[in-house]
Structures are given as C-alpha cells and as structure tokens.
Nanobody, 127 residues
Framework: VQLQASGGGSVQAGESLRLSCAAS????????MGWFRQTPGKEREFVAAVTWRGGGTYYRDSVKGRFTISRDNTKSTAYLQMNSLKPEDTAVYYC?????????????????????WGQGTQVTVSS
C-alpha cells in the first residue's frame, strides 16, 4: 500500500493550499481517508476525514469552515483544500487510510489505530 501526499508549501497567512493523497495497492473505496498533522515535539493530531463515498466528513474544530476534505474514488485520490491559512496551521501533514466505520471514527480514535500512512508534506504559514 502506498499513499503519496503532495501539495505542501510555504504561504502567507490568509492564503490557500490544496493537498493531494494518491493511493495505490488498496481498494480505495473501502477506506475512510483522512489527514493528520504534526509539529516537532507534539503528538500527531487529527485534521479531517471523509467516508468511503464522500458523503460524510468530520473535522477538528479549529479547521471547520476553512478546510474541506474530499475524495475522487475514480482517481483513488483524497484532497484537503485549506483556505484562510493561519500560522498555527504550520505542520507536516500526513494522509491516512483506515477501514473505520465512519469519518468520525478516525477523528475520535487514536492515530495508532490508523491502518496506513503516507509520507508527510510540509505546510508552512507565515504571518
């Protein structure tokens, strides 16, 4: 299984970025897809998740209204559109795949329970 994350970069506060996560080696439609982030010295934290057909989403409170997670099952790719970025959004972002029963299950569970991880992509937001 491979999850290839891309789209990170350095932006100014208030700008936008779109992350992509291309999956291979798994039946994409059977997995809840999500994004986590991590800063040095801190635990990896949940950001957003989307259910198998994209009908259900779940977000951490601090990104609600600014971030949108989506997926294209025909391309086996998940996305995270990040608008109105803030310096506190600076982190390494990781995509995740899990055979959870719902998007909220990924959000409320432990990162240790995630089935598969992609490599990280750095997002840096300067003020």
């Amino acid at each position: 299984v491979q999850l290839q994350a891309s789209g990170g970069g350095s932006v100014q506060a208030g700008e936008s970025l779109r992350l992509s996560c291309a999956a291979s080696g798994l039946t994409f439609g059977n997995y809840v897809m999500g994004w986590f982030r991590q800063t040095p010295g801190k635990e990896r934290e949940f950001v957003a998740a989307v259910t198998w057909r994209g009908g259900g989403t779940y977000y951490r409170d601090s990104v609600k209204g600014r971030f949108t997670i989506s997926r294209d099952n025909t391309k086996s790719t998940a996305y995270l559109q990040m608008n109105s970025l803030k310096p506190e959004d600076t982190a390494v972002y990781y995509c995740a795949a899990d055979q959870a029963i719902a998007a909220s299950s990924m959000g409320r569970g432990s990162p240790r329970e995630v089935d598969y991880w992609g490599q990280g992509t750095q997002v840096t937001v300067s003020s």
